[in-house]
């Protein structure tokens, strides 16, 4: 994977997004204990949207995902909302402007871009 974005969900180092051979991806890897090591498996559904260059943060039990570039041309303004606990995907709303390459953080309610 390139381009993907690392963030903590539920204690557990997870990949979000990135290219593989040069095509964005919806999956989360997360890095998981398997035999005497660890690996990057799949514990988590899909995305919705295929993105790489996207901008992640996770509280409580939502992992928010925000814009990204898909397939490297279409830059996106969407907005996912992963709920761990039913490990069900939403939409949220979309950003004012797309954003690629971007950090986000949460303080109180409020998203920081």
Same mark, same amino acid.
């Given at each position: ?5 690392? $963030?903590?969900?539920? %204690?557990? !180092?997870?990949?979000? #997004? =990135? ?37 992640? $943060?996770?509280?409580? %039990?939502? !992992?928010?995902?925000? #814009? =990204? ?45």
């Amino acid at each position: 994977h390139t381009e993907s974005t690392l $963030v903590v969900v539920d %204690h557990i !180092l997870t990949m979000v #997004g =990135g290219k593989i051979s040069c095509r964005a991806t919806d999956s989360l890897l997360s890095l998981m204990e398997e035999g005497k090591g660890k690996k990057w498996l799949r514990n988590l559904p899909a995305m919705l949207t295929k993105r790489c260059d996207t901008a992640v $943060v996770c509280s409580g %039990h939502s !992992l928010i995902v925000a #814009g =990204g570039n898909e397939d490297g041309s279409n830059r996106l303004a969407t907005v996912e909302v992963l709920d761990t606990d039913t490990r069900q995907w939403s939409i949220s709303s979309s950003l004012t402007h797309p954003l690629t390459e971007a950090t986000i953080s949460l303080c109180g309610e409020r998203l920081y871009m």
